[in-house]
């Protein structure tokens, strides 16, 4: 891909991603940030024309962002769908969910590693936010909570995170980047709530966990004792059927 100042997804998440990963990674961003509106027709010579990549990469990028419904194939290119803010909200239900299951099992488990691996990468959060740099706290924001989930090595929760990662790391991403230049101190209780994820891992306090959950998805949405309860449900169902 050629150097540009409209590109959006940071270059160095990319060093040794396919151009096929690329082209998808900036597209998607394109897209969620709305630099591209719904209803714009892509086409793939004009794509690999402006990414400087032959059409497969294209085309590879094109098939993924429509199994995400981000657009509508057709010949030749596609329609971009767009994503709403129904969606949005129910990527992050579904973010709850998952944290909320792993927090349940990570109460069974010896979690001091990982409770050094998360501390070391609140470090690099902090780090971040001195230098002013909201890529690479975007990146480590997503890789605290990654690691969190790979904590409890559940392949099927695993391959519910990978599918929803690239969407979310985006309005991750695009969030950052917004709240540096307009919010910069809401880090300090970004830091905070994370130290309270960490707190909450350690002593597997429910009650912090809970507390934790609210301040990092109330401002998304706000059903966190209500997604809470269904896991805990679901939780003490599964374990009376193992009975």
Known sequence: MTESSEFLYPAKWLSKASAGTRVTSELRMRIISGMIESGTILS???????FAVSRS??????????SENMIRLERMGAVVIGITQKEIKEIYDVRLLIESFVFEQLVKMDINGLVM???KILE???VAIKYQDADEFAY???LFHETI???INHSYIQMIWDNLKPVMEGFILLSMRVRFKEKYEDFTRIVK????????IKTKDRARMVESLHQNFDD???KVEDLWMSQLMLSKGVEHEND
């Open 57 to 66: 990469p294209v085309r590879e990028a094109l098939k993924i962002l429509a």
């Open 44 to 50: 793939e010579n004009k794509l690999a024309a402006d």
């Open 140 to 142: 480590q924001d997503v």
């Open 124 to 126: 690099m959060m902090k």
């Open 117 to 119: 691996e998360l501390s």
């Open 220 to 222: 998304v949405q706000g």
């Open 149 to 151: 989930i790979k904590a």
């Open 193 to 200: 709530n994370h130290e309270l994820y960490i707190e909450a």
